[in-house]
């Protein structure tokens, strides 16, 4: 099989997990970047890292690098390519763009192009146009342009990996499932001890917790993977590749997740959640009020959450009670328990009055959040 260059992008934040992870899986030469990681591999590895990495949102294929400085040397570039290996006639297409520190900056002005090179090749070659799709394409583009350096890749992926498949209920500030995992990554859980999410919402952390202790394939409920769109593609040996992470792993027999939420509606969208990833077994989930959440001495569980942090104007003053509480009922009732905490509001982390803990930022979408990572 021939062997190609990878990157696996993650969230500003999250790239040593995610470096952490590839090595586990075995791939070739992984080196950790700014934004993600790279390794080399076979197509067969490509697979793989679309179903077991819990922290990548995407898995690029690096296809060629050029000199961009301008919008007929990106045209040009593309139009060199021979697209026809990488996308059937009448196949389908889409391309996304991040530009930055370069001449060409507008990024969906830069994707148009990079569209048109591919299409007027096609077009020249054997009379067919591909049609533009942005969901489900047979092809998805990535173009990454720093500093005038261009880099075209294939994602693999198609859709972002936090979209696992199990999803069923959103809630109401859903945790991305790729960050979920990298919070309980983070927290360094034993994957024995009891976890608990007193702030479960739609439950995510606890579905990813439960696929990490099982050692199970996070990708394994999805649909489908952008390669699968591929000229060529070896479904049959796909099969073999997605049969095995189907039946790898399982949980702990004593594994125990616990989750509570205030609001009855969360607690529903939980179980769903729970139930549509095969978990609902594994985990108990209660309506009831983090703070009256009653931690057993000597219990060496893992408090994994994420509390509300007032996304809507004037909502932070009214939760400052609520971390203050949560803080002192951490510190006071919890001793000897871990503490992996996410928060988007550095104001109402610090009510939390945890000073010596470890604090690393990371990326939740637009919000820069803060880990606040320690044992009690
Ligand atoms: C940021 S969301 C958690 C999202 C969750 N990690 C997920 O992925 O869906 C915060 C959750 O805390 C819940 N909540 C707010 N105040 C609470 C309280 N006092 N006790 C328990 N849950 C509370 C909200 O109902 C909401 O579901």
Not at 142 to 167: E, I, M, N, P, V
Not at 244 to 252: E, I, Q, V, Y
Not at 258 to 265: E, I, Q, S
């Amino acid at each position: 099989m021939t062997r190609h260059t990878f990157f696996a992008t993650c969230a500003p934040g999250v790239e040593s997990l995610l470096y952490a992870e590839v090595r586990a899986l075995g791939l070739n030469r992984p080196e950790q970047q700014v934004g993600g990681v790279r390794f080399e591999g076979t197509l067969e590895d490509c697979w793989k890292a679309n179903l077991w990495l819990r922290t990548a949102v995407r898995v690029l294929l690096r296809l060629e690098r050029f000199h961009a400085p301008d919008e007929d040397a990106l045209y040009q570039a593309v139009l060199a390519v021979d697209w026809s290996q990488h996308l059937s006639p009448g196949g389908t297409l889409w391309v996304d763009a991040q530009c930055k520190d370069s001449n060409l900056d507008h990024s969906r002005y830069v994707a148009q192009r990079v569209k048109d090179g591919v299409v007027d090749r096609l077009r020249t070659e054997d009379g067919t146009r591909p049609d533009v799709q942005r969901e489900d394409p047979d092809l998805r583009l990535h173009l990454h342009l720093y500093r005038d350096r261009a880099t075209l890749s294939l994602d693999s992926s198609g859709d972002s990996l936090h979209k696992r498949g199990w999803r069923r209920a959103q809630g109401i500030a859903p945790l991305a499932e790729t960050l979920a995992a990298a919070v309980v990554l983070a927290s360094g859980w034993d994957r024995r001890s009891p976890l608990i999410d007193p702030f479960c919402g739609s439950g995510t952390l606890l579905v990813e917790a439960a696929l990490i202790a099982g050692d199970m394939a996070p990708g394994v409920f999805r649909k489908r993977f952008g390669f699968e769109g591929w000229p060529g593609h070896d479904a049959e040996a796909y099969a073999e590749v997605h049969a095995a992470a189907t039946s790898a792993g399982a949980l702990p027999r004593k594994l125990r997740l616990l989750g509570f939420d205030a609001d009855r509606a969360r607690v529903a969208e939980a179980q769903a959640n729970l139930e549509s990833a095969g978990l609902a077994q594994t985990c108990e989930i209660e309506v009831a009020q983090a703070l009256e959440f009653a931690p057993r001495p000597g219990w060496n569980a893992w408090i994994v959450c994420n509390p509300p942090y007032g996304e809507r104007l004037g909502d932070d003053k009214k939760l400052i009670p609520l971390y203050r509480d949560f803080g002192r009922l951490l510190r006071e009732r919890c001793e000897g328990f871990s503490l992996a905490l996410l928060s988007g509001n550095p104001d109402l982390a610090g009510r939390l009055a945890l000073p010596d803990f470890e604090r690393r930022t990371l990326q939740n979408g637009s919000i820069p959040c803060e880990l606040i990572l320690g044992r009690i």
